[in-house]
């Protein structure tokens, strides 16, 4: 529910705010504004989900997220037209955002037992992403038949109700959190050198910073949906649910069916082909040609999740994950957000098409990169191996 509703507000925000102003750097406020605040409080978040209820602290977390989307209720039946309410909003959200994210990461091992776990990553992200399917579709639709007042609403529901289901998730597997030693800053700095300490941790995680932030094309489908393929907000929910479908897919087969070998390399190749499906999205005019690259990106994009999800649970204990998580959460936060607004200062700069197809080649070239500089992630056969990886 949580994500439906996120998944919801992200396609009616972008579109009411490229609809209010006509201009792409818009598009970029809209990721910065998100990403700003949750670049400030990451630090505190990791360091109080290790030392307190990670439940509680998820289901406060979508409470304000519940707020917020209130909030963007209230500014679409009685704002005045600009956009300035709109991003004050998406600040807030972004302060919810730091603390969901690495809670609902490292709430995870504390459900299942640890030989499900990379079964129950595949699982989990698979259940999300089918939110994402419905979500954008449906926010689209709903935007092109009612407006804002509509989706928002629907938002504020489902946030409220994600709030109260929660209350439910049982923790059989959480072990009891330590006493507090030295300061935050000394705890969080003590993540940090865990982190560095493991390669395998940071080249996961920075592979998906750079791979997203500079070739992610999501913030630029308003303008595709609107310029290059004529499909109106309808159109543009569908393009958001392409690469939930694929994601979806490719999340079903792996929690039926999950794989334990040779998971370093095959998450590099998953990153490579994500980049080429952008690539022809970037390229191509028609809905139908536009609609099945994205797909296949939100299926190599999936499998990269989990191995990226399963090698960062695998290798963290579970005192330090959400330290470890708020770090990862920042490096994702920084690949969609700040790759929102990378992507809407490129299409102002360059063109939306010359900025799409070098994102994609940007995607390539980190493949490489990584490929070469993290030997030791290039070589992992089995999830077990990365506990010991050094």
């Given at each position: 529910m949580a994500v439906f509703a996120t998944q919801v507000q992200a396609v009616v925000v972008a579109w009411q705010v490229y609809d209010l102003t006509r201009d792409p750097l818009a598009l970029a406020y809209v990721g910065l504004a998100q990403f700003l605040p949750m670049l400030c409080l990451l630090l505190p978040a990791g360091d109080l989900i290790d030392r307190f209820n990670r439940r509680a602290i998820l289901r406060a977390s979508w409470?304000?997220?519940?707020?917020?989307?209130?909030?963007?209720?209230?500014?679409?039946?009685?704002?005045?037209?600009?956009?300035?309410?709109?991003?004050a909003v998406l600040v807030l959200f972004g302060c919810a955002r730091a603390f969901s994210g690495p809670a609902l990461q490292s709430l995870l091992p504390q459900v299942v037992p640890r030989e499900q776990l990379a079964q129950a990553i595949a699982a989990n992200s698979m259940l999300m992403r089918a939110a994402s399917i419905g979500g954008p579709l449906l926010g689209g639709l709903l935007y092109a038949l009612g407006g804002g007042e509509l989706t928002f609403a629907l938002c504020f529901a489902c946030f409220a109700l994600a709030t109260g289901l929660l209350a439910r998730v049982a923790t059989a597997h959480a072990s009891p959190s330590g006493p507090a030693t030295g300061s935050m800053w000394e705890r969080f700095g003590a993540g940090i050198r865990f982190i560095r300490s493991r390669p395998i941790i940071l080249g996961t995680i920075s592979l998906d910073l750079f791979a997203v932030l500079l070739g992610g094309v999501v913030a630029l489908l308003p303008i595709y949906a609107s310029e290059v393929l004529h499909v109106g907000p309808a159109g543009l929910g569908a393009l958001r649910s392409a690469l939930a479908v694929g994601e979806v897919g490719a999340g079903l087969y792996l929690s039926m069916r999950p794989f334990n070998r040779k998971v370093g390399p095959t998450m590099f190749v998953a990153v490579a082909v994500f980049g080429v499906a952008n690539l022809l999205f970037a390229v191509s005019t028609w809905f139908w040609l536009s609609f099945a690259a994205l797909l296949v990106a939100g299926a190599a994009d999936m499998v990269s999740v989990y191995i990226r999800g399963a090698l960062v649970q695998f290798s963290t204990p579970d005192h330090m994950r959400g330290r470890v998580n708020a770090v990862n959460?920042?490096?994702?936060?920084?690949?969609?957000?700040?790759?929102?607004?990378?992507?809407?200062?490129?299409?102002?700069?360059?063109?939306?098409?010359?900025?799409?197809?070098?994102?994609?080649?940007?995607?390539?070239?980190?493949?490489?990169?990584?490929?070469?500089?993290?030997?030791?992630?290039?070589?992992?056969?089995?999830?077990?191996?990365?506990?010991?990886?050094?």
């Open positions: 409470a304000a997220g519940a707020l917020c989307s209130a909030g963007l209720w209230w500014l679409s039946g009685h704002g005045d037209g600009g956009v300035t309410g709109v991003y959460m920042l490096f994702i936060g920084s690949s969609n957000e700040l790759g929102e607004f990378r992507a809407g200062t490129s299409a102002a700069w360059l063109g939306v098409v010359p900025a799409a197809v070098l994102g994609g080649l940007c995607t390539l070239g980190v493949v490489g990169g990584w490929t070469w500089g993290f030997k030791q992630l290039r070589s992992v056969d089995r999830f077990e191996e990365a506990a010991q990886g050094h």
